[in-house]
């Protein structure tokens, strides 16, 4: 199974990204999708999930401001950023609850991680 990230890159303070990311692989269902961050020096941390039906959970600094939904026709995730902080400036990591064919089992599965900075 992998996951590719993309959308990441530079945006002024207060201004918007979408990132995606998409599972592929011999892929039977995918339970709870969602995107962690990780600072500099800092443990990875929830930034936002949403499970198969669509239920989604967020961080306390992101709430209000980000979105995450996803497409179950794609194996996709997305994650809508508005007013974009400096302090929002990470890697984000796109990840994934994953049973594959011939599995009875869910794994969580990683994307690569993808650079977002905020910075005028």
């Known amino acids: 199974v992998q996951l590719q990230a993309s959308g990441g890159g530079l945006v002024q303070p207060g201004g918007s990204l979408r990132l995606s990311c998409k599972a592929s692989g011999s892929i039977f269902s995918i339970g709870a999708m969602g995107w962690y961050r990780q600072h500099p020096g800092k443990s990875r941390e929830l930034v936002a999930h949403?499970?198969?039906?669509?239920?989604?959970i967020y961080g306390d600094s992101v709430k209000g401001r980000f979105t995450v939904s996803r497409d179950n026709d794609k194996n996709t995730v997305y994650l809508q950023m508005n007013s974009l902080k400096p302090e929002d400036t990470a890697v984000y990591y796109c990840?994934?609850?994953?049973?594959?064919?011939?599995?009875?089992?869910?794994?969580?599965?990683w994307g690569q991680g993808t650079l977002v900075t905020v910075s005028s």
């Open positions: 990840n994934a609850d994953v049973r594959m064919l011939g599995r009875r089992d869910y794994n969580g599965y």
């Open positions: 949403v499970t198969r039906g669509g239920d989604p």
